[in-house]
């Protein structure tokens, strides 16, 4: 049913229909096409154009370890009166967000996160090889960079704090990591304009120049090896004697099976159909720079002290923000924004603002911190891939993978167990 002159034919009706083109859905689609399914992903507007386009395009294999809801009644106080640059919590919106917050307060016990850490292990060993498998086959090894991130600190005393921390994670989980001190790190990043403390270095991590470029380059593969991509909105999604029905601009396509990948908006088609899961969002955004004269930056640096990200990317600098805990379509709140960028002056010398306006994305989050992957209790034909808070770009091609050795009777690379969308 691949590639041919029965392909617009073939494509109504489909084995599986992706819904959602984001880093998420692309990748789940391209891992289902490699096993011999056909499949037509459904996007309402292009792919990786929403949270798969602004994120940093850190490809995070180091990231074990949750960011698990503060305990520190400083930072709570900070992020609730709007003090902090890494968290923020928008008041309007607490009586909606409420209940998700308290669930993902619950679950950020040191045990919860250990788990979360246990599941995150057999997947994110393994995002780098899988991320490159595509990028090579999507000739988009061109955006990947070497060199992994660095956390700046500016006093000594925080740094040894961290550098205690990312010794236990490598002694559990064999993270590696390098201590920097100033010196060092004014060799490495000779641009810096202040003295910091020192820093620490993750080598490991990719990063890319342009997550949006990437997730188009996934989604041009997807269809020159004989997927199809269909504009429609996945709310049209209907229950049919045979499977599902989505209407798309060239037509309904039914397929005996579904998977939901729509990242922050997952819920809207889960809902009616009376799944509930605990999704909520981490707002953040982000704005690109010139630099001052020829300043460059040879890492990705994240403020250690204030929670944001100065990305070195195809376009600019990107300031990435944190986390604004507020509903996903609340107006936009520049103020984390804002004070970043007066942070990042003050030891990077950013010149003037690309973007005309701020962008702004959700990472969806469920309580654990842990994706949702596999199929739909009591739903035939129902299969999810959302909730991958922090680390969808990472992720990506790993759980799309896992989802399709699942839907395809394939052994697993890891046991899906934790991932299930019934856990809550
Ligand atoms: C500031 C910031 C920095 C980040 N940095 C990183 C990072 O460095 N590394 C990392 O791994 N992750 C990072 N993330 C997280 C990462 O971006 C997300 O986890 C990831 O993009 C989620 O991918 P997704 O495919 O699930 O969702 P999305 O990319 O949002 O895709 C969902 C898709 O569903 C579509 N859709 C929605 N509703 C409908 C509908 N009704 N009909 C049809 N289509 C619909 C949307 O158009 C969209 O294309 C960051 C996030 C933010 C906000």
């Known amino acids: 049913m691949r590639g041919n002159g029965l392909r617009e034919w073939a494509n109504m009706k489909c084995d599986v229909i992706v819904l959602g083109a984001g880093m998420v859905g692309i990748s789940s689609a391209i891992q289902l096409l490699d096993r011999g399914k056909s499949v037509t992903l459904v996007d309402r507007r292009g792919p990786a154009e929403e949270t798969s386009f602004g994120n940093a395009g850190l490809i995070q294999s180091e990231a074990v370890m949750p960011y698990v809801f503060p305990r520190d009644p400083s930072i709570l106080i900070g992020a609730a009166f709007g003090l902090r640059t890494d968290a923020r919590v928008r008041w309007a919106a607490l009586p909606r967000i409420a209940k998700a917050l308290l669930s993902y307060a619950k679950a950020g016990t040191t045990v919860s996160a250990r788990k979360t850490a246990m599941a995150n292990v057999p997947i994110l060993e393994r995002v780098r090889a899988d991320h490159e498998g595509f990028m090579q086959r999507a000739g988009a090894m061109h955006h990947m960079k070497e060199g992994g991130y660095v956390r700046l600190f500016r006093n000594g005393v925080d740094l040894e704090a961290a550098a205690a921390v990312d010794e236990a994670v490598k002694a559990e989980f064999g993270v590696e990591y390098d201590v920097w001190d ?27 120049d342009d997550p949006g470029a990437v997730g188009a380059a996934y989604a041009k593969l997807f269809e020159t090896s004989g997927g199809a991509f269909r504009r429609g909105d996945a709310r049209s999604l209907t229950k049919t004697p045979e499977g599902w029905t989505v209407t798309t601009e060239a037509g309904a396509v039914s397929a005996p099976e579904v998977v939901v990948a729509l990242g922050p908006w997952s819920g809207e088609v889960l809902n009616p159909l009376g799944v509930r899961p605990p999704l909520f969002v981490k707002r953040g955004y982000h704005m690109h720079y010139k630099a ?70 959700a990472r969806p989050c469920l309580p654990d911190l842990l994706p949702a992957v596999g199929p739909v209790p009591g739903q035939t034909g129902l299969f999810v891939n959302f909730g991958h808070q922090h680390l969808g770009f990472t992720m990506g091609p790993t759980t799309g993978l896992l989802l399709a050795q699942m839907m395809t009777g394939e052994d697993t690379f890891t046991d899906p167990s934790p991932y299930r969308i019934d856990r809550f």
């Open 182 to 208: 100033g010196r060092r790190l004014a060799a490495e990043e000779p641009n810096l304009t202040r003295q910091m403390a020192g820093a620490i270095h993750f080598g490991t991590p990719g990063r890319v």
């Open 292 to 361: 001052s004269g020829n300043a460059s930056l040879n890492h990705l640096l994240f403020d250690g002290d204030n929670g944001y990200a100065l990305c070195p990317m195809a376009r600019g600098i990107r300031i990435t923000t944190g986390a604004e805990f507020a509903s996903r379509d609340d107006p936009s709140n520049y103020d984390q924004l804002t004070k970043a960028e007066a942070q990042a002056r003050t030891f990077f010398p950013l010149g003037e603002r690309i973007d005309p306006e701020p962008w702004r994305g």
